[in-house]
DNA sequence: TCTAAATTTCAATAAGCAATGAAATATTGA
DNA sequence: TCAATATTTCATTGCTTATTGAAATTTAGA
C-alpha cells in the first residue's frame, strides 16, 4: 500500500528524463538487474551523473542495489511500480468499468493474471 | 500512444501535492467531472492557486475542461492516465509475468476486462 | 446595462534540483 | 601491499517551479 508522499516522491524521481530511461532500462532488464556502469550506457550518462540519479530513486523506492563483486547491481523494485499504479488509478470506475479498464489491457499482453482471456 | 517527452510532462504534473489530489479527485469523480469551485475546496488550496495547476495538468494531457455556464468542469484524461501507466510498465515482464501481474491485480476491483475471473 | 458569481491572469517573492569533473572509497587479484 | 576496476561523493554553477493576493475576464440574470 502506497500512501501520498510516497506517491509524490515516486512520481517526482520519474519526472525527470535520465531517471525515467533508467527506470525503463531496468524493467525490462527483468528482475536480475543489471550494474551501474552498464545502465549508465544505457542510459547515456555519466557514471557520476547516473548515480546520482540512482541515489534518488533508491530513495523513491523504485530501485533497489545489491553488491556483487566490484559492481552494485540496480534492479527495477516492481512491487513499488505496482503499487503506485494503484495509487494513480484507485477507485477509478465508479460505475463506469470502460474508462479504466484501457489501463488494465494495456498491461495484457505479458502479465495476464489467473483465468484473464483477453 | 505516449512517447518520453508526454509521460515526463505526464511525471513532472503528478510529483505536486496539489496536482495529485486534484488528479484523484477527478479520477474518482467519474467521467462527469467536477467545477473548478468545487475541486479547489476537495483539495484544499485557493482558486487561483488551482488554476495554475490545472493549466499545468491540461498541458500535459491528464485532465480536460470545458465550460458549463458560469462553471468550468475539469474531468480526468482516462486515455492519456492509461497511456502513461503502459509506457511505464511496457515489456516488464521478460519470462516472468509474476513480477508484473500485481499492477494489474492492482486495478482489477473495479475494472475486469473481458473473461479475467480474479 | 448593472451586479454578482466563477475562474483566470499577472507580478513578485522564495525555494529546490540537475550537470560537471575531480577526488575519494571499496573491491579484486597478483 | 600495490595497481586496476567500479562506483560514489562533493562543491560549484545555473535553471525551473510554487505561492500569494490583487486585478482582469467571462457568463448569467434582473
Chains 1, 2 share one sequence.
Do not use: W
Not at 479504466?100 to 489467473?114: E, K
Amino acid at each position: 500500500m502506497m500512501d501520498e508522499p510516497q506517491a509524490l516522491a515516486a512520481f517526482a524521481a520519474l519526472a525527470q528524463e535520465n531517471r525515467l530511461r533508467a527506470v525503463r532500462v531496468l524493467v525490462k532488464a527483468g528482475p536480475e538487474g543489471l550494474p551501474a556502469g552498464v545502465l549508465a550506457s544505457a542510459v547515456g550518462v555519466s557514471t557520476s551523473n547516473l548515480s546520482f540519479h540512482l541515489k534518488e530513486l533508491e530513495h523513491a523506492g523504485l530501485v533497489h542495489s545489491r553488491r556483487e563483486g566490484r559492481s552494485i547491481i540496480y534492479g527495477a523494485a516492481y512491487p513499488a511500480l505496482s503499487s503506485l499504479v494503484a495509487f494513480l488509478m484507485k477507485d477509478c470506475c465508479q460505475g463506469h468499468p470502460e474508462v479504466c479498464a484501457p489501463a488494465v489491457a494495456a498491461l495484457g499482453p505479458c502479465c495476464q493474471p489467473q483465468g484473464a482471456t483477453a
